[in-house]
């Protein structure tokens, strides 16, 4: 569909040195969805894997083994316990299931059946049951666990892969968008089969790198909290040069990335979506 944007100007190659005093920088990149071989070496980044109670992404294996940790949300252990061999069908169910445990299953247990947490429990899955908390969500309760279990006082490179985030009710997908608004300072990307979104927060400036081999090209910026009354962009098609941005008004919501690096900076939070390729 045609997007509907008002013309802005041509996007810069790149931006000016950042000024004293200006806001910090923050990069974001999906190179955790390229083949282990193409990976960029020293990124840094410390990936935690949560899964949802949702359909598994064809590249949860992928993102499996590159988590140091790895969480099911209650009935996300379903998930992993039958989805996992079958994006691996070459392979015996039992020995998938033994190699893709998940080191924690944590939430209400309302959805998880009693013999996949029997399963995982005797290989040494721990079973962290917090019915007693019905005021946060699943995803909710994963993220504070994994922050919480992360060593140091620093989070900046601690990124939480969520998988079976998007595409389920509109009540919980919404609170699962909520979740990154309520964690601004800690990377969470929300994956599905066809996106992935992730929180722009206001406190920073952003730089986001693209990886042209599995993302793009339609992408969007939505703010999230407050309506925005100021953001620019480059290396979009349709930039945005200090533009009041709210629901009712203009929403960025069918842009489409042009050059390998987009830039952002915001007044509100905002959220970053982009299309991923098959």
């Not at 969007?220 to 309506?227: R, S």
Request: glycine fraction near 8%.
């Amino acid at each position: 569909m045609e997007p509907h944007h008002p013309r802005r100007a041509p996007t810069g190659a790149m931006d000016p040195p950042t000024p004293a005093g200006a806001r910090p920088a923050m990069s974001h990149s999906s190179a955790f969805l390229l083949p282990s071989s193409a990976t960029p070496a020293g990124s840094g980044d410390a990936y935690a894997v949560v899964v949802l109670n949702q359909r598994l992404p064809r590249f949860a294996p992928l993102l499996w083994d590159r988590a140091q940790v790895r969480v099911c949300a209650d009935g996300g252990a379903n998930r992993v316990f039958d989805g996992m061999p079958e994006l691996l069908p070459g392979h015996a169910p039992d020995d998938v299931r033994s190699r893709y445990k998940p080191d924690v299953i944590k939430g209400d247990m309302d959805s998880v059946r009693p013999e996949v947490k029997e399963y995982y429990s005797n290989l040494g899955t721990k079973i962290v049951d917090q019915s007693h908390d019905q005021d946060t969500t699943d995803l909710h309760k994963c993220v504070a666990f994994i922050t919480d279990k992360s060593p140091g006082p620093d989070k900046s490179n601690l990124c939480i892969l969520v998988l079976g985030a998007l595409g389920g009710r509109f009540d919980h997908e919404m609170g699962n968008i909520n979740v990154l608004h309520l964690f601004p300072n800690i990377k969470i990307v929300l994956l599905s089969d066809d996106c992935l979104i992730f929180l722009l927060p206001r406190t920073h400036s952003h730089n986001i790198h693209i990886e042209r081999s599995v993302e793009g090209p339609h992408c969007g910026l939505i703010p999230i909290g407050t309506p925005s009354t100021s953001t620019t962009t480059t290396g979009l098609r349709w930039n945005l040069d200090n533009a009041h941005m709210s629901f009712g008004g203009l929403i960025s919501t069918s842009n489409i990335v042009d050059e390998d690096q987009v830039m952002v900076t915001s007044d509100s939070d905002l959220i970053w979506t982009i299309s991923l390729r098959h």
